[in-house]
C-alpha cells in the first residue's frame, strides 16, 4: 500500500464528472483501446482520451454514460491521438478495467470531493 498523502496533496488531484458525447474504437493504439469525447461542462469543454476498457464496453453503449477523470494531468501523446484527460477505472479479477462512476448523475464538470 502506498504511504499516506495529506489532504492538500489530494486536493492537487483534479477528479471531475463528464459525460461520455462519443465514442469510437482506437485502431491505432497499441493496446485495445476506445476513442472518448468527454463533455466537462462549460469550464472545462470536451476532452478527448483514450481508454483501455474493451472487455466490458462497446463504443455505442458509452455515449451519455457520465465518467470520473482527472482532468489536470499534462496531455499525453497516444499513438497519433493527444489524450487530454486520464479516465479512471478499476481492474476486475481479470485485470480488465471497469470504469469509475457515480450511481447518480452529477452536473459535468463538477469536482470529486
Known sequence: MPG??????????DIRS???IEAEPFAE???PAIKLRID???????????????????PDALI?????AVVN???R??????????????????GDIVLA???INVPNGHRLM
Open 77 to 94: 501523446q497516444i499513438g497519433p491521438m493527444m489524450s487530454e484527460v486520464l479516465t479512471l477505472g478499476f481492474e476486475d479479477d481479470n
Open 29 to 31: 493504439a497499441r493496446k
Open 64 to 68: 451519455g454514460r457520465q465518467i470520473m
Open 73 to 75: 494531468f499534462p496531455p
Open 4 to 13: 499516506q498523502i495529506s489532504f492538500d496533496d489530494f486536493l492537487k488531484v
Open 40 to 58: 466537462f461542462g462549460d469550464e472545462i469543454g470536451v476532452k478527448k482520451c483514450s481508454a483501455q476498457i474493451t472487455k466490458h464496453y462497446q
Open 18 to 20: 463528464g459525460t461520455i
Open 101 to 103: 462512476a457515480t450511481d
